[in-house]
C-alpha cells in the first residue's frame, strides 16, 4: 500500500513567520513530489515540484527533498493570511499520484 | 498555460438519475487525464486513469460500470455517474498531464480542473 502522510494540523503560524510543512512516503520507487494548495471547496493548485534531493526554490516557496529519509518539506517564507489553506503532499509513482490527506495551515494576524 | 476547464461547476439531481462531468484541457493536449474523488475532510481518491483512445483503468474498489469514463479526444475526458445514489455525493476533480510536452508544460505534473460538486438528493 504506498502511502504519503502528513500531519493534519492545524498548524497556527503568525503573519509574517516561517511555516514548515512535512510530508513521509512508503514508496522508495516514487520519483516526483508535489505540493498543491487547496482552498475550502476549491480544486488543488499546483505551488511546487521537486525530483531531485536538496531545495528548490520559487519566490516565498521552498520545498526540501530527502530521499533516504522518505521526506519531503514545502517551506513558506514571510507567511500571508491568504497563504491560509490546506497543502497537500503528492508523490507519484506508475505514473499516478498518491496524495497525503493535507495540512492545514492558518496565517494569523 | 495549463489550464483545465470542468463543467458543470455543480449538480444537484435525483436518486436514480444518471450525471455526466466533462473535463477539457484547454492549452494543451492531455493524453492522460485523472479523476478523482474527494469526500469532505478527506483526501483526493484517485478513481481512474483514462488514457485517450482506450479504456479507462480504474482503481480498486470503483465501479466501472458505475463510473463511465470516455476519453474520446486529446483534450476532453467524461466521467458518467450512472444510477446516482446520496452516497455518491461527492467533490469530483478531473486533472489532465500534458503528454507531449510541447506547451513547455512538465510531462509528469497533473494540472487539475476546478471539480464538480454532486449533490444526489
Known amino acids: 500500500q504506498k502511502e504519503v502522510e502528513q500531519n493534519s494540523g492545524p498548524l497556527s503560524v503568525p503573519e509574517g513567520a516561517i511555516a514548515s510543512l512535512n510530508c513521509t512516503y512508503s514508496d522508495r520507487v516514487s520519483q516526483s513530489f508535489f505540493w498543491y494548495r487547496q482552498y475550502s471547496g476549491k480544486s488543488p493548485e499546483l505551488i511546487m515540484s521537486?525530483?531531485?534531493?536538496g531545495d528548490k526554490e520559487d519566490g516565498r516557496f521552498t520545498a526540501q527533498l530527502n530521499k533516504a529519509s522518505q521526506y519531503v518539506s514545502l517551506l513558506i517564507r514571510d507567511s500571508q493570511p491568504s497563504d491560509s489553506a490546506t497543502y497537500l503532499c503528492?508523490?507519484?509513482?506508475?505514473?499516478?499520484?498518491?496524495f497525503g490527506t493535507g495540512t492545514q495551515l492558518k496565517v494569523e494576524l | 498555460g495549463a489550464v483545465v476547464s470542468q463543467h458543470p461547476s455543480w449538480v444537484i439531481c435525483k436518486s436514480g438519475t444518471s450525471v455526466k462531468i466533462e473535463c477539457r484541457s484547454l492549452d494543451f493536449q492531455a493524453t492522460t487525464m485523472f479523476w478523482y474523488r474527494q469526500f469532505p475532510k478527506q483526501s483526493l481518491m484517485l478513481m481512474a486513469t483514462s488514457n485517450e483512445g482506450s479504456k479507462a483503468t480504474y482503481e480498486q474498489g470503483v465501479e466501472k460500470d458505475k463510473f463511465l469514463i470516455n476519453h474520446a479526444s486529446l483534450t476532453l475526458s467524461t466521467l458518467t455517474v450512472t444510477s446516482a445514489h446520496p452516497e455518491d455525493s461527492s467533490f469530483y476533480i478531473c486533472?489532465?498531464?500534458?503528454?507531449?510536452?510541447?506547451?513547455?508544460?512538465?510531462?509528469?505534473?497533473?494540472?487539475f480542473g476546478p471539480g464538480t460538486r454532486l449533490t444526489v438528493l
Open positions: 521537486i525530483y531531485s534531493n
Open positions: 503528492a508523490a507519484e509513482s506508475g505514473n499516478k499520484l498518491t
Open positions: 486533472s489532465a498531464r500534458d503528454g507531449g510536452g510541447a506547451g513547455g508544460l512538465s510531462t509528469d505534473t497533473q494540472y
